[in-house]
């Protein structure tokens, strides 16, 4: 990190600071910092809606540079109305085939946003019982491939890549039944959905301000029965990650943690790995490294070097302690894991050895 | 053809969604994928089609010259938002630069803008091209590796 990319993670967490809150704290920038370079990684991290709703007062407003984040903001209401209207429609068929999946992320943080243009969502993120996986993939074989596309439905044994330690009857049990205009669905218990929001933003290195965003607005939302033991019983190692990005969420964006949450350290290398993530992103396709002839030496040196794991994601799949201690070994026994099991899979793929494991929705409907 | 001659412009019948957002009017075109944020006399004139009425009387209705609605309609149309076919709409008879116009202070022009931004601002995490997921040329891999012996992520 130079300190150019400090100034901008500092930037992007003094203005996300509070920011879904009715009356945020007035935003005070450093002197030289990139408005340009600034605007843009908050649009990419997801978190242009909420970047404009802080200077839109503001006689920032007018400056060129930032124009991206009214483009934002009046994108992501749009695309909002979209997808409200479409998630009607989506559920309706999964109601008719006698289906009532649970709502997570996307959609069931979206709304506690005070403006929907403020958190943008790709996908409908859904869960379905895994006796149920066969009907919800005939649903999404009946409508329109656009709707298709935007739907995304896990079972409890794809989603363990984020909640290893729910199983289906837990997560189902606990979850809760509502309804949108005539349609039904159910949503995650708070304690599931804040544990699942948590874990899948550490799962991907936690590189965009929305998700801590995220953790923060849910924080503030929990319910007066809240159950704290709850939220972390399950797997020790990672209940320590939910509570360290808690404790984040506190630090950087002033999050208000209730009294009952078990206080954790911010480890140095966790605000790092973020602050770096929120700076230079994420790329998630990088190139095949099965064509090295077409990639050249730049090329493959580049595939490789993307592929380098980031400490959080690092730390959660090797189950390291969070604790404040360099993360370059964590690192490189991931990368190690990471070739080994790459080499593994291929010979696998290519022995046809290995049956496919996929999840039920998106790219999968034969 | 004269902007007065009675031509009844008509709103695409369905895919678009449309989102009201500090006094602009903002619509989706679902068919090309397209955003468009209206200003507020641009809102005006999109809120006076109603399929009754013609151009005189959307000028009257939006408060605006008949050769500024007459511009307008066609850029709605180039924008894919009309249904009306476009050699029935009326010439554009405005010959302004919008930008000049706008600079010198006469803001009460309908003005249409494109919205793009970023894909990345709504596509999260990897969610497709997982291990094990389909994919070829045109769908690529979370993991960067394809199998493309067998068409599925490695």
């Not at chain 1, 943008?120 to 895994?130: A, I, W």
């Not at chain 2, 006076?48 to 000028?59: H, L």
């Amino acid at each position: 990190m130079t300190s150019a990319d400090w100034l901008i993670a500092g930037a992007i967490a003094e203005t996300l600071r509070r920011s879904w809150a009715p009356r945020p704290p007035a935003v005070e920038f450093p002197a030289g910092l990139p408005l340009a370079v600034w605007s843009e990684r908050l649009v990419a991290g997801g978190a242009g809606g909420l970047g404009w709703l802080r200077i839109r007062d503001t006689e920032l407003a007018s400056r060129p540079e930032v124009e991206l984040l009214r483009t934002a903001f009046r994108h992501h209401a749009l695309t909002a109305a979209r997808q409200e209207r479409d998630l009607v429609h989506l559920l309706r068929h999964f109601n008719e085939a006698g289906l009532e999946p649970i709502l997570f992320k996307g959609w069931s943080l979206a709304r506690l946003y005070p403006h929907r243009a403020l958190r943008p969502f790709g996908d409908f993120d859904l869960l379905v019982r895994e006796e149920e996986a066969g009907r919800a993939r005939e649903v999404l074989r009946r409508i329109s491939p656009d709707l298709q596309a935007r739907a995304d439905v896990d079972t409890a044994r794809t989603l363990a890549r984020y909640l290893p330690d729910r199983t289906e009857g837990e997560l189902f049990g606990r979850s809760r039944p509502e309804a949108l205009a005539v349609v039904r669905f159910r949503t995650l218990a708070p304690e599931d959905h804040l544990r699942l929001v948590v874990l899948h933003q550490l799962h991907h290195g936690g590189w965009r301000p929305l998700w801590l965003c995220d953790v923060a607005v849910l924080l503030e939302s929990l319910p007066a029965d809240f159950d704290w033991e709850g939220c972390l019983a399950g797997d020790h190692h990672l209940s320590e990650g939910v509570l360290a990005a808690l404790a984040l969420a506190e630090e950087l964006l002033g999050a208000r943690l209730p009294p009952a949450v078990p206080r954790a350290e911010v480890p140095e290398w966790l605000r790092a790995a973020v602050f770096r993530g929120w700076v230079h992103g994420y790329e998630s396709m990088p190139p095949s490294l099965y064509d090295l002839r077409k990639l050249g030496v730049a090329g493959t040196l580049r595939a490789l070097r993307v592929r380098w794991p980031d400490p959080v994601s690092a730390t959660v799949h090797l189950r390291a302690p969070f604790g404040n201690f360099p993360r370059l070994p964590v690192q490189t026994a991931e990368c190690l894991r990471r070739g080994f099991d790459f080499i593994r899979r291929d010979i696998r793929w290519r022995t046809g050895l290995d049956a496919q494991v996929a999840t039920v929705g998106k790219g999968v409907v034969p | 053809m004269s902007p007065s001659s009675g031509l009844v412009p008509r709103r695409r019948a369905s895919g678009l969604v449309s989102e009201e957002l500090d006094g602009e009017t903002l619509l989706y075109v679902e068919a090309s994928h397209k955003a468009f944020c209206l200003n507020a006399p641009a809102a005006r004139v999109w809120k006076s089609i109603d399929g009754a009425r013609d151009v005189e009387t959307i000028a009257r209705s939006a408060e605006l010259e008949p050769a500024l609605v007459a511009t307008t309609l066609r850029e709605m149309y180039d924008a894919g938002l009309l249904e009306t076919p476009a050699d029935a709409l009326p010439a554009s008879e405005v010959n302004l630069s919008r930008r000049r116009m706008i600079r010198a202070g006469l803001v009460a022009i309908p003005i249409i803008l494109a919205i793009t931004v970023p894909r990345a601002a709504e596509a999260a995490s990897c969610v497709t091209g997982l291990p094990g997921t389909p994919c070829d040329p045109a769908h690529r891999c979370c993991t960067g590796v394809c199998n493309e012996n067998i068409g599925t992520c490695g």
